[in-house]
């Protein structure tokens, strides 16, 4: 303890040294209103009034709450498509209508039709279900993977650290769409074999930024504490430093969801990692890309599908975040 | 201090060679036969399998793993199957483009990103904040490439002020930069804002403020700089993201660039450019990061402390 306490002071001490001289002549401000605390932006007006903060945190859970209600309901429409999609969507994908070739919204094609005819709701409908499962079983295989192995480097040290953050360094180094190409290009054009490819391309980024904060918390004094108390090394990982990230844990992988859904709709943009006989949004867009200047609705409805869905899993990983973390919720 | 950098410029040679195993590992299990696509699908038996010999797949995986390792360490990173051209050469003049396009959307992303970061913390709760917050949200929710086709629908369809191809000259240049740039800022704010509003609930501000310390001071210097920990951790990993984006914003606006001419490459099986432009994307992750690694010493003294059990 003594010497975190050390630690603590040397830290400001290297980096205002004249703190220290000036320390003992102010009387020390024990005395502060909680509130200070949390209104201590410079610039913010020092005496804020209570009230104003109080009735922004208000609002802003009134709106937060319903964002999160819209995300869901966003989550269960996308979720329905990507089951039923023969229940929403109008017309089916392979329907091509000669007479209607790249139509304006109407009410009979609400998203227009495309180069060949087809109803580009329709199509979105029918693309959801490559991106949901993508997101999912990207994040559940790369998350748990990279946690554990970034934990464990930070918190272990030594050779173990080492050997590990080498071998994740080989596998950062590579940038990680060009890693998904040249995985899928090798493991041939699938939807599991793109599942494989983004995992395996988004390790490393879990990894890395959980070993930098095991290696930061692992220094403090209440892990000292608790290993002087006889606690064994995987009960502090467990129990300190894995709740310590949870909130670290919580946002990259709802990033992790969103970014997995995007870097497969890029191999999509590409022409990797999908069946030509099924809608993708990412393919749709290529598709679309073409006709950029003549026909906005086929590109821009596959890329608000993609934005929408991964825009409600950002908000609510947001939420989850407020829940299971509470000293982070008045944000 | 000239041991550790030394020590981690060994160990960063390490990291390429393995990033250099790796991808040849990964790219020579490619299905795909390259003689047979360069000598086209009605050419005899024999016109294939001399082909073969020629470009040297015929030889055995190891064999050609050691070939490849010594013209690496010589500079010589293979010849292209399509135009025989050195791929060395053929990267290098394509180099300069991708340099600028990532240089310059980096650089834009963490203006942006720890401007904006800190324009929310200022005005948390605010609608400064909510609106910055939301619209990042959207931008970061997006794929590059529908970003990009959006600001070309708006600025080259629309309004006509920018060229769609992003080839050459400085005002084509504007869109893909700025797309990229745009797209990276987000998770650069997000963290400086996330780090910061962490950091204002440490017991140290505390300590700070009862030693007297200005809050200006507290906020830009100690917060601040202990925000910058986990941001450049992940501007680190970014520079493989922006990478990345780089190969499909330059395929958007059809742009010259090693990624674009590693998509084609791709689409040819042209397995020597592949694997020398992705040995090229790994050097300069390595570089970025080796920079980076360094610069934590210098920004969290807690993982000197920790490190380097010599100081302690």
């Known amino acids: 303890m003594k010497s975190a306490v050390g630690k603590f002071s040397s830290v400001a001490a290297r980096a205002v040294p004249d703190v220290?001289?000036?320390?003992?002549?102010?009387?020390?401000?024990?005395?502060?209103?909680?509130?200070?605390?949390?209104?201590?932006?410079?610039?913010?007006?020092?005496?804020?009034?209570?009230?104003?903060?109080?009735?922004?945190?208000?609002?802003?859970?009134?709106?937060?709450?319903?964002?999160?209600?819209?995300?869901?309901?966003?989550?269960?429409?996308?979720?329905?498509?990507?089951?039923?999609?023969?229940?929403?969507?109008?017309?089916?994908?392979?329907?091509?209508?000669?007479?209607?070739?790249?139509?304006?919204?109407?009410?009979?094609?609400?998203?227009?039709?495309?180069?060949?005819?087809?109803?580009?709701?329709?199509?979105?409908?029918?693309?959801?279900?490559?991106?949901v499962l993508i997101?999912?079983?990207?994040?559940?295989?790369?998350?748990?993977?990279?946690?554990?192995?970034?934990?464990?480097?930070?918190?272990?040290?030594?050779?173990?650290?080492?050997?590990?953050?080498?071998?994740?360094?080989?596998?950062?180094?590579?940038?990680?769409?060009?890693?998904?190409?040249?995985?899928?290009?090798?493991?041939?054009?699938?939807?599991?074999?793109?599942?494989?490819?983004?995992?395996?391309?988004?390790?490393?980024?879990?990894?890395?930024?959980l070993r930098g904060q095991a290696l930061s918390v692992r220094g403090r004094p209440f892990i000292e504490a608790s290993r002087s108390a006889g606690a064994s090394h995987f009960s502090i990982l467990r129990r300190h430093i894995l709740p310590h990230c949870s909130a670290q844990i919580l946002v990259l992988a709802t990033l992790g969801v969103g970014t997995s859904i995007l870097i497969g709709s890029g191999l999509s943009f590409l022409g990797l990692g999908v069946n030509d006989e099924r809608?993708?949004?990412?393919?749709?867009?290529t598709q679309g890309r073409g006709y950029l200047t003549v026909a906005w609705w086929t590109v821009t409805f596959p890329g608000l599908a993609i934005t929408s869905l991964v825009v409600s899993i950002n908000l609510l990983g947001d939420a989850l975040r407020r829940h299971f973390d509470p000293r982070s919720a008045p944000r | 201090m000239i041991r550790r950098v030394l020590e981690r410029f060994a160990v960063s040679l390490g990291v390429v060679f393995g990033a250099v195993t790796l991808i040849f590992l990964v790219l020579n299990w490619l299905p795909g036969d390259s003689a047979l696509l360069?000598?086209?699908?009605?050419?005899?038996?024999?016109?294939?399998?001399?082909?073969?010999?020629?470009?040297?797949?015929?030889?055995?995986?190891?064999?050609?793993?050691?070939?490849?390792?010594?013209?690496?360490?010589?500079?010589?990173?293979?010849?292209?199957?399509?135009?025989?051209?050195?791929?060395?050469?053929?990267?290098?003049?394509?180099?300069?483009?991708?340099l600028a396009l990532t240089?310059?959307?980096?650089?834009?992303?963490?203006?942006?990103?720890?401007?904006?970061?800190?324009?929310?913390?200022?005005?948390?709760?605010?609608?400064?904040?909510?609106?910055?917050?939301?619209?990042?949200?959207?931008?970061?929710?997006?794929?590059t490439f529908w970003l990009g086709m959006l600001l070309i629908l708006v600025f080259s369809v629309q309004l006509g002020w920018l060229p769609v191809i992003g080839n050459g000259g400085l005002l084509p240049s504007v869109l893909p930069v700025v797309t990229l740039g745009i797209w990276l800022s987000v998770p650069l704010q997000r963290m400086v804002r996330d780090g910061m509003l962490d950091g204002l609930h440490e017991?140290?501000?505390?300590?700070?403020?009862?030693?007297?310390?200005?809050?200006?001071?507290?906020?830009?210097?100690?917060?601040?700089?202990?925000?910058?920990?986990?941001?450049?951790t992940l501007l680190g990993v970014m520079i493989g993201e922006s990478l990345s984006n780089a190969v499909i914003i330059e395929t958007l606006f059809a742009r010259q660039g090693i990624g674009r001419t590693t998509v084609e490459a791709i689409g040819q099986k042209d397995i020597p450019v592949v694997q020398g432009a992705i040995l090229l994307a790994s050097v300069a992750y390595v570089v970025v990061n080796l920079l980076v690694d360094l610069s934590y010493t210098l920004v969290d003294p807690r993982t000197r402390l920790v490190t380097s059990k010599g100081t302690r």
């Open chain 2, 103 to 143: 240089f310059s959307a980096c650089t834009v992303a963490v203006a942006l990103g720890i401007a904006l970061g800190v324009l929310s913390v200022l005005y948390r709760g605010r609608w400064l904040d909510q609106t910055i917050q939301s619209v990042s949200l959207f931008i970061h929710s997006m794929p």
């Open chain 1, 135 to 209: 997101g999912i079983f990207a994040v559940l295989i790369s998350c748990s993977v990279g946690v554990a192995i970034g934990l464990t480097a930070g918190y272990a040290g030594g050779w173990l650290d080492t050997v590990l953050m080498r071998f994740i360094d080989v596998w950062l180094s590579i940038p990680n769409i060009l890693l998904a190409i040249a995985l899928s290009t090798v493991l041939g054009p699938s939807l599991t074999n793109t599942i494989f490819a983004i995992s395996i391309t988004t390790i490393p980024r879990y990894a890395r930024v």
């Open chain 2, 203 to 232: 017991p140290y501000v505390t300590t700070l403020r009862a030693k007297g310390l200005g809050e200006r001071r507290i906020f830009y210097v100690h917060v601040l700089r202990n925000a910058l920990t986990s941001t450049i």
């Open chain 1, 20 to 131: 220290l001289f000036d320390a003992p002549a102010r009387p020390p401000s024990v005395s502060l209103p909680p509130a200070r605390r949390f209104s201590s932006a410079p610039g913010a007006p020092q005496n804020r009034p209570e009230s104003a903060l109080s009735s922004g945190w208000s609002s802003r859970v009134r709106v937060g709450d319903l964002l999160v209600l819209a995300s869901l309901l966003m989550l269960l429409f996308v979720g329905i498509c990507a089951a039923f999609p023969g229940a929403i969507a109008p017309y089916l994908p392979t329907d091509m209508q000669t007479e209607a070739i790249l139509g304006r919204p109407n009410a009979a094609h609400w998203f227009g039709t495309d180069q060949f005819g087809r109803d580009v709701f329709s199509l979105v409908v029918y693309g959801a279900r490559q991106s």
């Open chain 1, 279 to 285: 809608p993708d949004w990412g393919f749709l867009l």
């Open chain 2, 38 to 98: 360069i000598a086209g699908e009605d050419a005899s038996p024999e016109t294939v399998h001399q082909l073969r010999i020629k470009l040297g797949t015929d030889r055995s995986l190891g064999s050609q793993y050691r070939s490849y390792l010594a013209g690496v360490v010589q500079g010589d990173l293979g010849t292209s199957y399509t135009t025989r051209e050195p791929v060395f050469r053929r990267l290098a003049a394509q180099l300069p483009s991708t």
